[in-house]
């Protein structure tokens, strides 16, 4: 009976510290995005490095992208012994007029 307590106790603390960390890396890179708005494309090639590709915006400017690969993690379970690893993807785009100016920036996936 002990046993099965301190695993309901591991296994909700464990649910709600990944559900923290989610919340931390959303809005970190909220705030990182719209920190460029307004600011040449240079700002953001100076802290994220060169794009991995461009593409046309459809209005005369471009579309810089990024896709990182984060962090593997694994994680093993004493109760049915299985494995699971996840590993993290980002994707972050910025869109820039034809004068170089960044005027919007998305991202999709889990960035840091």
């Not at 709600?16 to 995005?33: G, P, Q, W, Y």
């Not at 694994?74 to 494995?83: F, L, Q």
Request: charged fraction near 15%; glycine fraction near 8%.
């Amino acid at each position: 009976m002990k046993n099965l307590f301190f695993t309901v106790i591991l296994i909700i603390c464990v649910i709600f510290l990944s559900n923290c960390s989610a919340v931390k890396f959303e809005t970190s890179t909220n705030k990182d995005i719209n920190a460029f708005h307004g600011q040449p494309i240079s700002t953001a090639l100076a802290k994220w490095g060169p794009a991995d590709r461009t593409s046309d915006d459809g209005k005369g400017g471009l579309i810089y992208t990024w896709d990182r690969t984060g962090a593997t993690t694994t994680s093993y379970s004493n109760i049915d012994h299985s494995k699971t690893t996840f590993t993290y993807h980002c994707t972050r785009n910025l869109f820039v007029d034809q004068n170089g100016i960044i005027y919007h920036g998305m991202f999709e996936g889990q960035c840091d």
